[in-house]
């Protein structure tokens, strides 16, 4: 195993058409692995606009599923690990927004169903009930790869701290977050809040976003990006479709915990 892997976060955008996302996803993954990328990560909700009333219709279960097989096809064709975003799944009656994620033989790994719904009145009239159309996951999940132990998350369960640092000790080293922040949110919290939980947990973060589009009633922040377990912010997007890449180093991650042994001073006895 190297102390050393690249990551690549496609901040693609996101349009109506299935079979169009799940194109874009194939060509962008293949870009990502052209230019290095051994773990490529996909945004939430990939394969739908983040329209809780369309999540229904772009459902689906595994196995099987077009999303689904492309993202086991891809992973097998190029060779690499793919953190699959997320997409609407199905099973036994219940919706959950849910991330699989695969590796380099296809082979699905694990998933982590969002286990936090984003129940929220915004400044604005902004309203969003994701409570009305999906189920809530109930589990951290932390994945281990032949490149790092990964924990992976989706978007609202960034903000709940005792999460991320459960996946921390149970190994993460990489704490992936396919997440539609608001523009709202986004704006003054997004950033921060990626760079916090790295600090943290002394992790590095990815917070994986689909592009901005302004024809759609739900704007989503976009600005996908990569944290070091320093808090540093290693590559980041703006608004646009676009590619972000950084290499992952595990020795800077032992390095940080050596010189700063928070994990290891925990005091179980008071909290």
């Not at 036994?92 to 169903?113: E, I, K, Q």
């Not at 924990?151 to 999460?163: M, N, Q, T, W």
């Not at 944290?227 to 608004?239: F, I, R």
Request: with cysteine; hydrophobic share 40%.
């Amino acid at each position: 195993m190297s102390d050393v892997f690249r990551l690549a976060c496609c901040q693609m955008k996101v349009k109506r058409e299935k079979e169009e996302n799940l194109s874009k996803a194939r060509l962008m993954i293949a870009e990502s692995v052209e230019n290095g990328a051994q773990m490529v990560v996909l945004p939430e909700m990939f394969n739908c606009p983040y329209r809780a009333e369309l999540f229904p219709k772009y459902a689906e279960s595994y196995p099987g599923g077009p999303s689904l097989e492309m993202l086991s096809l891809t992973a097998k064709e190029n060779q690499v690990y793919i953190v699959g975003g997320s997409i609407p799944e199905r099973e036994n009656g219940c919706l959950y927004n849910t991330s699989f994620v695969f590796d380099p033989d296809g082979r699905l790994l694990g998933r982590h169903r969002k286990a936090h719904l984003f129940d929220v009145d915004l400044p604005g009239g902004l309203k969003i009930r994701e409570s009305n159309t999906l189920n809530s996951g109930n589990q951290s999940t932390v994945i281990r790869t032949e490149l790092c132990s990964i924990g992976v998350a989706i978007c609202y369960d960034i903000r709940f701290p005792e999460l991320i640092r459960q996946m921390a000790l149970k190994g993460a080293q990489v704490v992936i977050i396919p997440a539609t922040f608001t523009l709202t949110t986004g704006q003054v919290h997004w950033k921060i809040t990626f760079q916090v939980r790295a600090i943290d947990n002394q992790v590095f973060t990815v917070g994986a976003a689909a592009a901005r589009d302004y024809s759609e009633r739900f704007i989503g922040y976009a600005h996908s990006l990569i944290c070091d377990p320093w808090g540093e912010v290693l590559a980041e997007a703006g608004e646009e479709e676009k590619i972000i890449y950084s290499e992952i180093n595990l020795q800077r991650l032992e390095k940080v915990r050596q010189e700063l042994p928070l994990l290891r001073r925990l005091r179980k006895d008071l909290y």
